[in-house]
């Protein structure tokens, strides 16, 4: 069976990326990481691509005169390892157009929340401040917008009346590693349909 051949963009400290790549070595993922990119060279996303021989790169924003040429350095980049789906693991940049252009539908965003409620940084922070009972992450394709392509897969966890913010992210974040390997297992293989702002799944 062909391999999904995925490229992931990551700031930090690429837990999202491990799980990925656990899926595949489990054999519920049939995919490749054939690339991992960060704009953080001290990122630890870099090092545990390293550990397992994936072409680990640092594409530094600071060396670019804008926004453009930087995502073009990163599309060639993501097009030389002949990319087919582009997953962002913690990546903390809004992806411009230049990204979206050149990888239609094809890039993923995991976000830990339910959207549309909560887009951004600190979501868990504001969940606690808004007092809701449950909080949840969401895999979605990336469009021009912060956190706001269309949902593909979503897992829902309670929030406890004891709860702080870190406490609630790693609940989340193992639902994290747990679905987004799945989402990405579903585009692998050709389940998702996108009509208009809503994924459908398809049978297997």
Do not use: W
């Amino acid at each position: 069976m062909k391999k999904l051949r995925l490229g992931v963009l990551a700031s930090g400290r690429g837990s999202n990326l491990q799980a990925i790549m656990d899926a595949i070595d489990e054999g519920r993922l049939a995919a490749e990481v054939v690339v991992v990119i960060s704009d953080n060279g001290e990122a630890k996303a870099l090092e545990r691509a390293r550990l397992r021989g994936i072409p680990a790169i640092h594409i530094n924003p600071a060396q670019f005169p804008d926004k453009h040429t930087y995502e073009e350095a990163i599309v060639d980049t993501l097009k030389k390892h002949q990319v087919e789906l582009v997953c962002l693991a913690g990546y903390m940049r809004l992806v411009g157009r230049v990204m979206l252009e050149s990888f239609p539908n094809r890039i993923m965003n995991i976000h830990p929340a339910l959207l549309p409620a909560f887009p951004g940084l600190h979501a868990q922070q504001r969940a606690l401040e808004y007092g809701v009972r449950y909080s949840g992450c969401t895999v979605h394709f990336v469009d021009e917008g912060m956190d706001t392509g269309p949902i593909i897969l979503q897992a829902v966890v309670p929030v406890l009346p004891d709860d702080t913010p870190e406490t609630l992210a790693d609940r989340i974040l193992e639902q994290e590693h747990r679905i987004y390997p799945e989402a990405i297992a579903l585009f692998a293989a050709g389940r998702l349909e996108l009509r208009g702002k809503r994924v459908y799944i398809k049978e297997a």
